[in-house]
């Protein structure tokens, strides 16, 4: 049977609740680029769609390019915002288990989330600059967090992770003689 | 008893009698080895323990005991600080039971990729302030958020 490979015990155990670092949260961002142009192209071949059975004229709103942007800025305004006011994550996020709380650890307000939203559209104008932060600030915060006055940490329980890579082991009956070398330290 | 004075001591020797008789006789026998004798299996068949049972108030004794003060007196964090729960789930089915019940393969590479961008994480914190020359003051940052999170100083 194929194995995943087990990370290291200290990767992986009481990280929970800790500030989140620079590749994961590029990964989160990368995955919801990702997922909110997949919907907007969804949406936008939808429309195109409707249109057409409607009015019987093709209508491409990338024709419109001025327009088409406007709806695209828009759709990521509401894409992040909305799930930030939420639940303080993301698609994305929630994929890789992290989350935003406030510097205090405490879960964001609607108005932090529209803030960090502006304050991600912001750092993204300063060409990766803003993201520094995430590498060299004690807090691990980027331009946008600063702006809105958040953090983003770990929100997955690693310890479970842990349980449930232990488990696929087979429990005691299946374990060969090198079970304890491949082991996490 | 008797109005007759007569009669009144005889009845008070023949209890003085008795009463030493008794004691001579008790004195005479051997208790353990009656007892030795005694088919204990048999008189316990005899005892019909369900009556015994109904006839005991066990709401009057449970009332009588308080809970909380036994649980009061019990550490439970040394108790769980003494559970090797890495070692139970290796040694029973239950991880076997976590592992059918709760994830599939796909939960497991989550898992992983998460742990690794964990570990990527540290990797580039730790040598990104290495180049700016801060390395060994990166260790005293704190890990998180004071909510969600103990200063360090509180756990050292």
């Known amino acids: 049977m194929t194995t995943v490979p087990v990370p290291a015990a200290e990767m992986t155990v009481g990280r929970q609740g800790h500030y989140a670092g620079a590749v994961s949260r590029l990964v989160a961002f990368a ?20 249109v057409k059975l409607v009015t019987g ?11 088409a942007l406007i709806v695209l800025w828009f759709w990521e305004f509401v894409y992040f915002a909305y799930q930030w006011a939420v639940s303080g994550k993301t698609v994305g996020m929630a994929v890789f288990g992290l989350q935003v709380v406030t510097t205090a650890g405490a879960p964001i307000s609607g108005r932090q989330a529209v803030l960090r939203t502006v304050g991600l559209g912001l750092t993204l104008l300063t060409l990766g ?36 890579w232990m488990a696929r082991q087979e ?13 996490p330290a | ?15 003085a009698l008795a009463e030493r008789i008794v004691s001579l006789v008790l004195e005479a026998i051997d208790i353990d080895a009656l007892i030795d004798r005694v088919d204990v299996d048999k008189v316990i068949d005899r005892v019909d323990v369900e ?6 108030d066990v709401e009057k004794i449970i009332d009588r005991v308080d809970v909380q003060k036994i649980i009061d007196r019990v550490d439970i964090n040394a108790i769980v600080d003494k559970v090797d729960i890495d070692a139970l789930v290796e040694q029973t089915e239950l991880g076997s039971i976590i592992a059918r019940s709760t994830t599939g393969v796909l939960t497991e590479i989550l ?7 964990v570990g990527l994480d540290d990797f580039i ?32």
């Open chain 2, 1 to 15: 008893m008797s109005p007759n004075p007569i009669g009144i001591r005889v009845e008070q020797l023949a209890q």
């Open chain 1, 171 to 183: 429990g005691p009956l299946h374990r060969g003689p090198s079970h304890r070398d491949r082991g």
């Open chain 1, 31 to 50: 995955a919801d680029v990702g997922a909110s142009w997949g919907v907007y192209t969804l949406g936008v071949a939808l429309l195109n769609a409707a």
């Open chain 2, 51 to 56: 009556k015994v049972i109904d006839r005991v």
């Open chain 2, 111 to 117: 898992d992983v990729i998460r742990a690794q961008g």
């Open chain 2, 125 to 156: 914190l730790r040598w990104g302030n290495r180049l700016v020359g801060r390395g060994g003051r990166v260790a005293g940052w704190p890990d998180g958020p004071p909510l969600l999170i103990e200063p360090k100083s509180a756990t050292q």
């Open chain 1, 57 to 67: 004229h093709s209508y491409t709103l990338s024709n419109h390019q001025i327009l």
């Open chain 1, 129 to 164: 600059i803003g993201f520094l932060g995430i590498v060299f600030q004690r807090e691990r915060r980027a331009l946008d967090d600063f702006i809105a006055g958040t953090a983003v940490v770990y929100d997955w329980d690693a310890r479970a992770a842990r349980l449930r």
